[in-house]
Nanobody
Framework: VQLQASGGGLVQAGGSLRLSCAASGRTFSIYVMGWFRQAPGEEREFVAAIKWSGSRTTYYADSVKGRFTISRDNAKNTVYLEMTSLKPEDTAVYYC?????????????????WGQGTQVTVSS
C-alpha cells in the first residue's frame, strides 16, 4: 500500500485547510485509515481515524474534536481531513497512515503503512 498526502500549507489562525491522502496498491488490505501529526520537538500524536469500509464511525483526539473532520471516498481511494478553526498549536507535519487490521486504534505503532507527511503551519 502506498499513501500520498497533500493539502498542507500556511494559514492564519482561525482558518481552514483540507488534507487529502490517496491510497494505492493493495488497498483491499486496509481496515483503518488514520491521521497523525508531529510538531517540532514533540512526539507523534494521533489526530483522527476512520474505518476504510463499512461503518463510517470516526475517532478524534480531544484536542481536535469539533474542529476536524475525517472522511473517506472509497471510489477515489482517498481519505480527507477537514481542519477548521485552526490554532497555532495545530502546526505540525501531518501524516496519513493505514492499518491492515482491526480494531481501530489511536496507537501509531499498530499502523502498517505511512504517507510522506504534509506540513501545516498556522500563524497567529
Amino acid at each position: 500500500v502506498q499513501l500520498q498526502a497533500s493539502g498542507g500549507g500556511l494559514v492564519q489562525a482561525g482558518g481552514s485547510l483540507r488534507l487529502s491522502c490517496a491510497a494505492s496498491g493493495r488497498t483491499f488490505s486496509i481496515y483503518v485509515m488514520g491521521w497523525f501529526r508531529q510538531a517540532p520537538g514533540e512526539e507523534r500524536e494521533f489526530v483522527a481515524a476512520i474505518k476504510w469500509s463499512g461503518s463510517r464511525t470516526t475517532y478524534y483526539a480531544d484536542s481536535v474534536k469539533g474542529r476536524f473532520t475525517i472522511s473517506r471516498d472509497n471510489a477515489k481511494n482517498t481519505v480527507y481531513l477537514e481542519m477548521t478553526s485552526l490554532k497555532p498549536e495545530d502546526t505540525a507535519v501531518y501524516y496519513c497512515a493505514a492499518d491492515a487490521q482491526l480494531p481501530v486504534t489511536t496507537d501509531g505503532r499498530y499502523y502498517d503503512y505511512w504517507g510522506q507527511g504534509t506540513q501545516v503551519t498556522v500563524s497567529s
